[in-house]
């Protein structure tokens, strides 16, 4: 009787560990419940019907971070695309004439300086 060997196809899904959870997704439902644990230990000087509502929103904030996927991809990965969006200039001035931020930039040479200028601030230059 020839052997029958079983090849596996799933190898571009997660592992579940559980509760159909992977494990990525069990971390950030950790640290959202760590977050929220947090959260109710510190605020101790608040009322507790506001502390509630601060621990159960840090909480289902851990639980939406861990559980929505739009697109395939957690929030994180958005959150972090978003803030680096946000962050990164929108336009970028190309400047040929004058001196900025220590690079002189010669517009008649045909060759483009590679390195700054070695100068060490006004009056001072050391290529001299």
């Known amino acids: 009787m020839p052997r029958v060997y079983e090849i596996p196809t799933h190898l571009q899904v997660e592992d579940v ?5 992977t494990p990525r ?3 950030r439902l950790v640290a959202g ?3 929220a644990y947090a959260v109710w230990d ?11 509502g601060i621990t159960v929103g840090a ?24 803030v680096l969006f946000l ?8 400047r040929l004439d004058g001196v900025t931020d ?5 517009a ?9 200028s070695q100068s060490t601030g006004p009056g001072v230059d050391l290529m001299a």
């Not at 289902?60 to 994180?76: C, I, K, T």
Request: charged share 15%; no cysteine; net charge negative.
């Open 108 to 116: 008649s040479d045909d060759e483009w300086p590679i390195f700054p």
């Open 59 to 82: 909480a289902v904030l851990g639980v939406v971070f861990a559980l929505v996927q739009p697109g395939d991809r957690p929030l994180d990965q958005w959150t972090f695309a978003a």
């Open 33 to 35: 419940a760590s977050l």
């Open 87 to 94: 962050v990164s200039p929108s336009q970028w001035r190309w």
């Open 102 to 106: 220590g690079l002189e930039v010669d």
């Open 42 to 52: 510190q605020l101790y000087f608040l009322p507790v019907a506001l502390r509630g």
């Open 25 to 27: 997704q069990l971390l």
């Open 17 to 21: 560990l559980i509760a159909g959870l």
